[in-house]
Structures are given as structure tokens and as C-alpha cells.
């Protein structure tokens, strides 16, 4: 399996395997021992025994002879959602921006080359909460995103090409960057104008803008975005009223961060 060539030599193979079933579950909404089993290409014996151990472990419930993840992971991601920096200083600012753009506003930041959903917000006029939702749950990459351009932009060129390398450019719409090169330009035209734009590169007849969070040193720590249809997202209102919105945010969420810092070290 992928997983198991990824592995570097000093990976605790029971522990990575645990890993995978918990990922297994996940993907296929709860298994049992058999399904499990050849999912994972292991034997019945060991995936009843890893499930046994994280059932143990309250990671796992058993319905029927299907077992699935528990609430347990509900109150993890929680936890480290709150006690993430973004999301103490961010959460304000991404609400009073949903509320301004009545469209919905994306707090995001990245990790291990993806774009992670840390919070969002429905304004009053905002579509498709089904596919947000389910956007909510996994990461995703970053080329086709405003968010995700505006991730990469601050980042050195070869870790860019890293993050290509391991990812690819996957093609989304006919708009979607598909190319390195070409990539490497649009964030250059990031940096320049300090926000990114995702026009209908991830969904026809939606466009986004973004711009990224930085620390005190200038480290990218996150992006705050705004997505909406076409209709409402164009003219002066798209190329200069809402980046200046989502800029602001952007703003004084670093400058909470960076006081927050500072009142550390009195």
C-alpha cells in the first residue's frame, strides 16, 4: 500500500496501522472485520484486534457487526480547533466579514502541503452549504483556491514546487492553473497586489478572493477568503471594494495575534 512505502524506517508500524484503520473507517462510513480487512490487505485477525484496542480506547463504537469512529474525534477536533491561534483571533473577524459580504467567509491555514478548513460562516445571502459542508471535512489542495493561492504565495518557490511535486495540479475547471510556470507567476501577482483571486477555478460561477495572515516575522500563518456566485461577486465590488474587506480582516486578525505576542513578553 501507499501508506506503507511512505513509512520511514523509524515509523511504529502498529502505530501507523492504527492510523489507517482509523483513516479506513472514516472513508468507508464504518466497516466490519471483513470489509476491514481486505480494505487494509491485512489479515481478519489483525483488524479485529486494532478494532478491539481503539474501541478500548472509546475511538471507536461497534453497531451491529460494523464499527465506526466515535464522538471522541467530534470533541478532539474541537479542542484543537479552539486552541488554535487562527481561530482565537480570527473568529470575530470572520463572522463580522460574513455578515459585510452576506457571503460565506473561509478562515483557513495549511498543513502538509493542503488547505485546512479551520472556520466558517454563512452570510445572509451565501450558497451551497451542502458542498461547503462537505468541503469542511477533508483538506484540499491549494492551487485552485483564493485561500490556498494566497497560502502558497508567501511561500519560497521550491516549496511551492514541493507541494506540486507531491499534490499535482489537479484540473477542476477549465480556469484551473495547471501549470507550474504559470502557478509560479499568478503568486507572483499575489505578492504584488497582497490578495488572491479564484476566478471559477474550483466551481463554474463562483469566484473567491483571499488573502494571507502573517505573523510578526512575516511567517504565513494562515488566509481569510470570501466565496460567491458570479452575479454578486464582479466589477468594482470584486476587484477592489471586497479585497479591501477581506485585506482589512486579514489585518486585524494579524494585529491581534501580534499584540496578543507582544503581551507575552511584558
Known amino acids: 500500500?501507499?501508506?506503507?512505502?511512505?513509512?520511514?524506517?523509524?515509523?511504529?508500524?502498529?502505530?501507523?496501522?492504527?492510523?489507517?484503520?482509523?483513516?479506513a473507517l472514516d472513508s468507508l462510513d464504518g466497516a466490519g472485520v471483513t470489509e476491514l480487512a481486505t480494505h487494509l490487505d491485512i489479515s481478519k485477525s489483525s483488524a479485529h484486534s486494532y478494532l478491539n484496542t481503539l474501541?478500548?480506547?472509546?475511538?471507536?463504537?461497534?453497531?451491529?457487526?460494523a464499527y465506526h469512529l466515535s464522538l471522541e474525534f467530534l470533541y478532539l477536533g474541537k479542542s484543537v480547533c479552539h486552541r488554535h491561534v487562527l481561530f482565537e483571533h480570527g473568529k470575530g473577524v470572520i463572522e463580522r466579514l460574513a455578515r459585510e459580504?452576506?457571503?460565506?467567509?473561509h478562515l483557513m491555514c495549511e498543513q502538509h502541503g493542503l488547505e485546512r478548513n479551520i472556520y466558517k460562516v454563512k452570510g445572509e445571502n451565501a450558497v451551497g452549504d451542502d458542498y461547503h459542508t462537505t468541503k469542511e471535512r477533508k483538506p484540499d489542495s491549494l492551487h485552485f483556491t483564493a485561500s490556498g493561492k494566497a497560502l502558497l504565495a508567501p511561500l519560497p518557490d521550491h516549496r511551492?514546487?514541493?507541494?506540486?511535486?507531491a499534490y499535482g495540479l489537479v484540473r477542476k475547471t477549465e480556469n484551473t492553473i495547471t501549470d507550474p510556470d504559470a502557478l509560479l507567476e499568478e503568486?507572483?501577482?499575489?505578492?504584488?497586489?497582497g490578495f488572491a483571486v479564484n476566478d471559477e477555478?474550483?466551481?463554474?460561477?463562483?469566484?473567491?478572493?483571499?488573502?494571507?495572515?502573517?505573523?510578526a516575522?512575516?511567517?504565513?500563518?494562515?488566509?481569510i477568503s470570501v466565496s460567491g456566485p458570479t452575479s454578486r461577486l464582479n466589477g468594482d465590488y470584486y476587484a477592489n471594494e471586497l479585497p479591501h474587506m477581506v485585506m482589512e480582516s486579514t489585518n486585524v486578525t494579524e494585529a491581534s495575534i501580534n499584540m496578543s505576542d507582544a503581551t507575552r513578553t511584558l
Open 160 to 165: 511551492v514546487r514541493e507541494i506540486v511535486d
Open 187 to 193: 503568486l507572483q501577482r499575489v505578492r504584488e497586489r
Open 1 to 23: 500500500m501507499d501508506a506503507d512505502r511512505n513509512r520511514s524506517a523509524r515509523t511504529l508500524e502498529t502505530v501507523a496501522r492504527a492510523c489507517d484503520v482509523i483513516e
Open 55 to 65: 474501541r478500548e480506547k472509546r475511538l471507536v463504537v461497534k453497531r451491529g457487526d
Open 101 to 105: 459580504s452576506g457571503e460565506y467567509a
Open 201 to 215: 477555478e474550483e466551481i463554474k460561477g463562483i469566484r473567491a478572493i483571499g488573502a494571507p495572515i502573517r505573523s
Open 217 to 223: 516575522d512575516g511567517d504565513v500563518l494562515g488566509a
